[in-house]
T-cell receptor, first 113, second 111 residues
Framework: EAQVTQNPRYLITVTGKKLTVTCSQNMNHEYMSWYRQDPGLGLRQIYY???????DKGDVPEGYKVSRKEKRNFPLILESPSPNQTSLYFCASSLAPGSIEAFFGQGTRLTVV | QKEVEQNSGPLSVPEGAIASLNCTYS??????FFWYRQYSGKSPELIMF????GDKEDGRFTAQLNKASQYVSLLIRDSQPSDSATYLCAASTGTASKLTFGTGTRLQVTL
């Protein structure tokens, strides 16, 4: 089954404690991205990756890091989380940017206290 | 000014009616447009995409694009309670590496 898998689904953490949200896709997609979704602000792109070892900033990259060492994995790293990073996060993958074949992961609800 | 704008709703329509969802965009370089459906607490799901001016139909859904006026719309015919969700409009340019989303319109289909 074609899917994008995120873990964990829910996470409560404390300010400053480094965390990683994993994302894995099994469709051999080249393009992957991370979004955060906040009430009234919609989905905003954090980082994207066009291929292995190729990553770039989206609209709201501050406070986040990513890596793309393998095609299937695209983890999101928060080195020092802050309460304003409390949000719902989605990983997505597609064959190409803006491709019709856009798949989203199940989402990770992060709370930073 | 937001790049992709939608009325947040809620838009309430009776079962069996036509629901009309609208979206405007500011970047004239936008070439591809997408409609996603998102149920509460779930991930977005692509339901329609359109690249060319005019209408595109897929089952009960019709997407309409007017590049001169910079708007995109989604019509849902014979609306069902299961259509109750938030509908996200998104745009991308031909070479862009991202989708720009609107904030979504919440649709409620009433019995």
């Amino acid at each position: 089954e074609a899917q994008v898998t995120q873990n964990p689904r829910y996470l409560i953490t404390v300010t400053g404690k480094k965390l990683t949200v994993t994302c894995s896709q099994n469709m051999n997609h080249e393009y992957m991205s991370w979004y955060r979704q906040d009430p009234g602000l919609g989905l905003r792109q954090i980082y994207y990756s066009m291929n292995v070892e190729v990553t770039d900033k989206g609209d709201v990259p501050e406070g986040y890091k990513v890596s793309r060492k393998e095609k299937r994995n695209f983890p999101l790293i928060l080195e020092s989380p802050s309460p304003n990073q409390t949000s719902l996060y989605f990983c997505a993958s597609s064959l190409a940017p803006g491709s019709i074949e856009a798949f989203f992961g199940q989402g990770t609800r992060l709370t930073v206290v | 000014q937001k790049e992709v704008e939608q009325n947040s709703g809620p838009l309430s329509v009776p079962e069996g009616a036509i629901a009309s969802l609208n979206c405007t965009y500011s970047d004239r370089g936008s070439q591809s447009f997408f409609w996603y459906r998102q149920y509460s607490g779930k991930s977005p799901e692509l339901i329609m995409f359109i690249y060319s001016n005019g209408d595109k139909e897929d089952g009960r859904f019709t997407a309409q694009l007017n590049k001169a006026s910079q708007y995109v719309s989604l019509l849902i015919r014979d609306s069902q309670p299961s259509d109750s969700a938030t509908y996200l409009c998104a745009a991308s340019t031909g070479t862009a590496s991202k989708l720009t989303f609107g904030t979504g319109t919440r649709l409620q289909v009433t019995l």
